[in-house]
């Protein structure tokens, strides 16, 4: 499988963003995830989706101002981002995996759970 993240770019404090993750092959197979990693900082969970897009995760500090979806026809997973903050600045990466049967909040909030990684999309936002 192979991921491509886009959408990425400098925005303004409380400016929106979408990001786009395509994936070759049966997306709608595979478990969904977003990550991101800023400067200096370790990889960090951001989103989650299962399957059919039924079950979704959120890291604390984005929830309520991200939003997670998936369009299995196109083979893409999105990331609608509200209200940015500077701390939200990162390379954001898409990763999927569908090594499980079952769609498991706790175990796809792990980086380490996700067999396949895309390039990353940068997202700066100033203040």
């Known amino acids: 499988v192979q991921l491509q993240a886009s959408g990425g770019g400098l925005v303004q404090a409380g400016d929106s963003l979408r990001l786009s993750c395509a994936a070759s092959g049966d997306a709608a197979s595979y478990f969904m995830g977003w990550f991101r990693q800023g400067a200096g900082k370790e990889r960090e969970f951001v989103a989650a989706?299962?399957?059919?897009?039924?079950?979704?995760d959120y890291a604390d500090d984005v929830n309520g101002r991200f939003t997670i979806s998936r369009d299995n026809a196109k083979s893409t997973v999105y990331l609608q981002m509200n209200s940015l903050k500077p701390e939200d600045t990162a390379v954001y990466y898409c990763?999927?995996?569908?090594?499980?049967?079952?769609?498991?909040?706790?175990?796809?909030?792990?980086?380490?759970?996700?067999?396949?990684w895309g390039q990353g999309t940068q997202v700066t936002v100033s203040s």
């Open positions: 990763a999927c995996d569908n090594r499980r049967t079952y769609y498991s909040s706790r175990y796809y909030s792990r980086s380490d759970s996700y067999a396949y």
């Open positions: 989706i299962s399957r059919g897009g039924g079950n979704r």
